[in-house]
């Protein structure tokens, strides 16, 4: 089936640092959505994000995050500073449209350490 | 806020029986999917419906929008069918999806 790539697989840094997460897209998909998983626990939605905008975000898309897909290259999640909270799994996704009515796909996940 | 009940939060089985997973919504949804987390933490697509049911091999998907609610009925269950189990669902008039508690489900032989 389609596939969603995310780059590193496994991202280790002090509290404080910037971070970039990396996210390829199924290719002629047009909205893409960052999740974060704590071990274990819920998928939590964070950002869904179309034509070069964020369409809807949750209260746990901090103002340290941002999101862009510069020029259709990867889509990424930069966090500025981070915080040991930030610690988690994130996992992008992308789907044809949108409105909660096309089927997403995931990628494999980026685990994020802050320490 | 829009919220995903699913139940049970954890299922032991043994293999060859069976079981439904169920997600109740609290506001109407326009589709659910549903997948399965396994012991390296990926996502597998096991269903996508906007209406109706679905089957694929020992499992089954029902969706019913009206009464706001889907289920996964598995059956003759595997070793390899262990894993979390979540549902998904994206609300009518946002782009938002809003993914259930997930069900830890153990196989057993």
């Known amino acids: 089936g389609p596939k969603v790539l995310q780059i590193p697989s496994h991202q280790i840094i002090d509290m404080g640092q910037m971070v970039t997460l990396n996210c390829d897209p199924v290719s002629n998909h047009l909205y893409f959505y960052w999740y974060k998983q704590i071990l274990g626990q819920q998928m939590e939605f964070l950002v869904n994000?179309?034509?070069?905008?964020?369409?809807?975000k949750s209260k746990l898309f901090k103002d340290q995050f941002s999101v862009e897909r510069p020029d259709g290259s990867y889509f990424t999640l930069k966090i500025q500073p981070t915080a040991l909270e930030d610690s988690a799994v994130y996992f992008c996704?992308?789907?044809?449209?949108?409105?909660?009515?096309?089927?997403?796909?995931f990628g494999p996940g980026t685990r994020l350490t802050v320490l | 806020g829009d919220q995903v009940e699913q139940s049970p939060s954890a299922l032991s089985l043994h293999e060859g029986t069976g079981s439904a997973l169920r997600c109740n919504f609290t506001?109407?949804?326009?589709?659910v999917q549903w997948f399965q987390q396994n012991s390296r933490g990926s996502l597998i697509n096991l269903f996508y419906l906007a209406s109706g049911t679905k089957e694929n091999g020992r499992l089954k998907s029902t969706f019913n929008s009206k009464e706001s609610y889907s289920t996964l009925h598995i059956r003759d269950a595997q070793l390899e069918d262990s894993g979390t189990y979540f549902c998904a669902a994206g609300t009518s008039n946002t782009n938002k999806v809003v993914f259930g508690t997930g069900t830890r489900l153990q196989v057993l032989p």
């Open positions: 994000f179309y034509n070069g905008k964020v369409m809807e």
């Open positions: 996704a992308s789907s044809l449209a949108g409105q909660g009515a096309y089927e997403q796909y």
């Open positions: 506001t109407t949804m326009r589709a």
